[in-house]
């Protein structure tokens, strides 16, 4: 039967014309026309059917058939290497590329090889004695704590002590909050945004540093116990700071003491590693020395370990240098009418000079 929009209708605005009494009109019918219009009716109704089931697709198909815009993000896909099993082989090589942190290299490969081991036992219905996860970094600003923890995470969900292997990193500020009873909701959250992966701390200890009624950092402490108990099976957290501190901060409740019994030394880096990690950020950054600057970095970097004092910042204080050194040469690059390539990668040893005194 058909719709009453398809029957000619007299009066109707859309009637088609007749044509055939003008002059070099089209020999057209009224038919004929009627004909052209049902059909290109009919193709946009096929064409509709054809595309209703592609919108309708699971978001997976649409991304497989290139639905997605260009540019967006992709929801599948994200989905997946959330869930994609971490490639232990490829962490490590990422470790032992790390400059320096010899000892801490040591003690990460130990740690997962004991974890290793343990998850083996497990699955074979052998008993497993109690073993903490936890961990505490001590050592000075800038000595790779952060960058080893990240590595860490991924390791641990490599060999299944972690579902989804990620890092949040705060502070006392993350945690603590100003009026009663804030801090343990303030705590709460960053705890449920580290579940299945580690919640790194960094300074710690200011977390019990400040004494007073209005302090909450103990608050903190408390709640971040009980999770650890709570969650055990999937939550890890590591604290850090500097080593006396560190050690305030573990003797100052009998929690942290039973929980925290891994110690992790990071040692200054030396003068040469210094170098090496002023030179991999020139590298990485499209930058190169002259003759002269290599040798004027190596005694600058000499100099900065051997005087290095309590607030000694290590690669951050490399981080600071280059910054500067990149400012410099871009005033004396900026005063050249047409530099060229070699100009614009090139540091001398007066950029350096110059930086130093920043």
Partial sequence: MKRERDKFKPNSPFTPPDLSGIPGAPPYSREDILKTIREAE????RMLRETKPEEAKPEGAAQEQGAQPAGEAKPAENAQGKDAQPDMDALMRELDSLIGLDKIKENVKSLINLVKVRKMRQEMGLAVPPMSLHLVFMGNPGTGKTTVARILAGLYRAVGVLSKGHLVEVDRS????????QTALKTSEVIKKALGGILFI???YALTSKEGTSDFGQEAVETLLKAMEDYRDDFVVIVAGYPGLMEQFINSNPGLQ?????YYYFEDYTGEQLMEIFRQMCRKNDYALTPEAEE???GFFDDLYASRGENFGNARDVRNFFENVIAVHANRISTMHSP???DLT???KDDLIAAENL
């Fill in 42 to 45: 009919e193709a946009a109704r």
């Fill in 346 to 348: 090139l540091f001398t």
């Fill in 340 to 342: 060229t390539k070699e």
């Fill in 296 to 298: 004027y970095a190596k």
């Fill in 174 to 181: 993350g945690l603590v909050a100003g009026y009663v009873g």
């Fill in 202 to 204: 960094d300074e710690a």
């Fill in 258 to 262: 039973s929980r925290f019994n891994r």
